[in-house]
């Protein structure tokens, strides 16, 4: 069984305070997409990451998958509350001819005025 | 607003009761998904439709039966619940069913059963 593990499951910081959450496994992907998800909403694709050991930038977030394609992490700088959400990832990965997207549990995080 | 919309955004039922969730997708993609969302889980895949056709049923019990008449709609038609398939239930589309494509989520529906 191919598992995501997400840490860490919940994280409460102030605002202006910098943070890291991360996205482990066993396995290989051949993509990573992380993935955030307010209140009352779906997720909403932030960032596709497919290179092992390419970072990418979305303002204050940073993305970088491992360079074995086995982990990823996300670093956000400068938290603001706007930043608060679930944030899940998910690892493209072909198992018998199957595409599958293997899920995290997900980072729950709260920004504090 | 994704593009993806989900109908109704809440719902409570008994266990004897027989309800649909709907969705529909306005952004011309091919594929669609249900998913169950539980606290601190990961999401479960439970169906997927690719062009209209199923091609995944993640051994969901035959208390769930989707339909997909076209690829823009998809139902999610529920009989016999048990108080542990409360959860939220996502919709999910992409362009193509390959595991690397963005997938684009409605807003959900937050099922109770009592």
């Known amino acids: 069984t191919q598992l995501l593990e997400q840490s860490p499951q919940f994280l409460s910081i102030q605002e202006g305070e910098n943070l890291t959450v991360y996205c482990n496994s066993s396995?290989?992907?051949?993509?990573l997409q992380w993935y955030r998800q307010e209140p009352g909403e779906g997720p909403v694709l932030l960032v596709t990451?497919?290179?092992g050991g390419e970072v990418k930038k979305l303002k204050r977030l940073t993305f970088q998958f491992g360079d074995a394609r086995k982990d990823s992490s996300l670093h956000i700088t400068a938290a603001q509350t706007g930043d608060t959400g679930l944030y899940l990832c998910?690892?493209?990965?072909?198992?018998?001819?199957?595409?599958?997207?293997?899920w995290g549990a997900g980072t729950k995080l709260i920004i504090k005025p | 607003e994704t593009g993806v919309t989900q109908t109704p955004r809440h719902l409570v039922m008994g266990m004897t009761n027989k309800k649909s969730l709907k969705c529909e997708q306005h952004?011309?993609?091919?594929?669609m998904y249900w998913y169950k969302q539980s606290a601190k889980k990961p999401l479960e895949l439970m169906f997927v439709?690719?062009?209209?056709?199923?091609?995944e049923n993640n051994s969901v019990p035959s208390r769930f039966s989707p339909e997909c008449p076209n690829s823009s709609h998809l139902f999610l038609h529920l009989h016999t619940l048990q108080p542990e398939d409360s959860a939220l239930y996502l919709c999910?589309?992409?362009?193509?069913?390959?595991?690397?494509?963005?997938?684009?989520f409605g807003p959900g529906t937050r099922l109770t059963v009592l």
């Open positions: 999910a589309s992409s362009p193509h069913f390959v595991g690397g494509n963005e997938q684009f």
């Open positions: 952004l011309g993609h091919n594929a």
């Open positions: 439709y690719n062009f209209k056709e199923q091609t």
């Open positions: 396995s290989v992907f051949s993509s």
């Open positions: 990451v497919v290179t």
């Open positions: 998910a690892g493209a990965t072909s198992l018998d001819s199957n595409y599958q997207l293997i």
